[in-house]
DNA sequence: ATGGCATTTAAAAAATGA
């Protein structure tokens, strides 16, 4: 089963390069994030016809997360959103199960300007989804959380560390975050195939970042323990970023045994 | 340290992203 995550950055401006993608990379199950969508304009119908069903979380102008399958898999939705705050209404996060798989769809806030309100809320949201993430080990079922993390783990995730020090997809509160995360017992799939490679999944738009191969890794897949035998392959559509009207991020993806 | 670009909303300019 092939799994991806995509940071779209815009449904519907994307949409040629989303339904391009589908059919040559042809995921069986696809995160997608930043919809910027309202539910009633996201194009549900052009997506459907490349032989995917659905489920979306959408949002006015911001966030908005959805997960696709292949229209001979069922999706079993099991929540929309993160408890902890019943005052958020940010589309972030997005749970199913595929294939006798638990899916987590995430969107993790950016955070920027730190330290301020939105740091604060990003660390708030860390949480939150560290607690949904005990929860789903414990349940001891195959759990794959993926998704726009907005972190780079370490410095090997970055182009150039020492320009990202204070920055909130990468200070040290942040990167602690997403280490005690990864502790509770999830594998980081892209590293555990490629421990030492530089692999980036966004590019700035500006100053030729794709070309200079100025990049961050923040897109990630954590696995459960029970899929580390499961992992049989994983990678990014680097082309992707290349092409015409394209998002500022990559697709993610990852091969599990049946 | 700043601004470079892209998208959405909505009809110019602001907010957000990373």
Request: some cysteine; hydrophobic content about 35%.
């Amino acid at each position: 089963m092939k799994i991806a995550t995509y940071n779209v950055n815009g449904i519907n401006a994307r949409l040629p390069v989303v339904l391009r993608w589908l059919k040559e990379s042809s995921p069986d199950v696809v995160c997608l994030q930043e919809l910027k969508s309202p539910d009633e304009k996201i194009p549900k119908t052009e997506i459907e016809k490349t032989g995917y069903k659905a489920i979306w979380h959408g949002q006015k102008r911001w966030n908005g997360v959805a997960i696709l399958a292949k229209e001979n898999l069922e999706i079993q939705e099991m929540s929309r959103g993160l408890e902890g705050d019943p005052e958020d209404i940010q589309s972030r996060y997005l749970e199913a199960v595929i294939n006798d798989v638990v899916i987590g769809c995430l969107y993790l806030p950016n955070g920027n300007p730190a330290p301020g309100p939105k740091f604060d809320y990003k660390l708030r949201w860390f949480e939150r989804l560290s607690k949904r993430a005990k929860e789903l080990l414990e349940h001891d079922v195959p759990v794959v959380l993926t998704g726009d993390y907005n972190v780079m783990p370490t410095e090997k995730d970055v182009y150039k560390p020492e320009r990202w020090v204070n920055d909130a997809l990468f200070r040290p509160e942040v990167r602690e975050a997403f280490h005690n995360l990864v502790a509770q017992g999830w594998t980081d799939a892209i590293r555990k195939i490629y421990p030492e490679e530089t692999i980036y999944t966004f590019f700035d738009y500006f100053r030729n970042a794709y070309q200079r191969n100025a990049g961050l890794r923040i897109d990630h897949f954590l696995l459960s323990p029970d899929l580390n035998d499961r992992l049989k392959a994983a990678g990014i559509d680097h082309d992707v970023r290349g092409w015409e009207k394209t998002s500022d991020h990559v697709p993610v993806w990852i091969e599990l045994a049946e």
